[in-house]
């Protein structure tokens, strides 16, 4: 798997997690990343994008609460998610921010917000 994606957890309505995605520094210098989710019984959506130039983008539904920021000494990126809610929850891959071109999804980090 090119990238790993931890950090997830269960939490409270209106807590906080910081999730990290890990990979090689030339993935991170080539592709534009997102980050995924997938909510039991739907379809995987983009929530959260960042251009090899550092341009980032964030969905309506997560707006002014997700934030993504990559790091370059840690070969990381992350999604650092304010407010959360209970329609937050489900499984968060991140992945090439693409619409064809992906990379082996692996497992995921589950994010669980109780009411």
């Known amino acids: 798997v090119q990238l790993q994606a931890s950090g997830g957890g269960a939490v409270q309505a209106g807590g906080s997690l910081r999730l990290s995605c890990v990979g090689s520094?030339?993935?991170?210098?080539?592709?534009?990343i997102g980050w995924y989710r997938q909510a039991p019984g739907n379809q995987r959506d983009l929530v959260a994008t960042i251009t090899t130039g550092g341009t980032t983008w964030t969905a309506e539904s997560v707006k002014g609460r997700f934030t993504i920021s990559r790091d370059g000494a840690d070969n990381a990126v992350y999604l650092h998610m304010n407010s959360l809610k209970p329609d937050d929850t489900g499984v968060y891959y991140c992945?090439?921010?693409?619409?064809?071109?992906?990379?082996?999804w692996g497992q995921g980090t589950l994010v669980t917000v109780s009411s």
């Open positions: 520094r030339e993935i991170f210098s080539w592709y534009p």
């Open positions: 992945n090439r921010a693409s619409y064809t071109d992906y990379f082996d």
